[in-house]
């Protein structure tokens, strides 16, 4: 019962109610984004979502999108802009992901949504998160986030699909709020973003 019918409707309720209060905020982080990026503060990029229907995900655009003189794009840490560092480190930058679970697209809380690339390196174990909506945050999130290992993130999606309740549900929502307060797990060391998935990491 919960998770088919309570859970869609706390998502839909709380990402509204969200949305309305933080209306502010978003406002003045989307002009100085726009100012510090030169253009478009929101960043928009195809994810897989439940049973892999792809959907396009929107976050806070961090980074810049400088290139080097044979029109590469520089590293992820030179594009990464104050104002992109700041909205990162407090995870402002999820924000707009509120939009998505108002759209159905995703929860409030579940398995972070990777990249389509990632899709048939997945074992079928790894493939059961996408049984359900992906998340704003997740169990994998509160448990170590980039500072763990792909192989471990994706065995803790699994082990949240197989286990959802609303126990579970608000344990990971104080402990999210905690880590955001902390700062906990943002980046891996020297990096801007985690490394990619290979399949075997």
Known sequence: ???????PLIDFLIALLGLVILSPLLILVSLLLSLANKGNPFFFQKRPGKDERIFQIVKFRT????KDKNGNLLPDEDRLTGIGKMVRKTSIDEIPQLINV???DMSLIGPRPLLPQYLHLYNERQKKRHDVRPGITGWAQVN????ISWKQKLEYDAW????VSA???LKILIKTIKKVILSEDINTANMATTE???GNN
């Open 1 to 7: 019962m919960y998770r088919k019918f309570f859970k």
């Open 63 to 66: 980074m810049t999108n400088e």
């Open 102 to 104: 108002l759209k159905g």
């Open 144 to 147: 170590g986030r980039n500072a």
């Open 160 to 163: 949240y699909v197989e286990n």
């Open 167 to 169: 126990g579970l549900d």
């Open 196 to 198: 990619p998935f290979n």
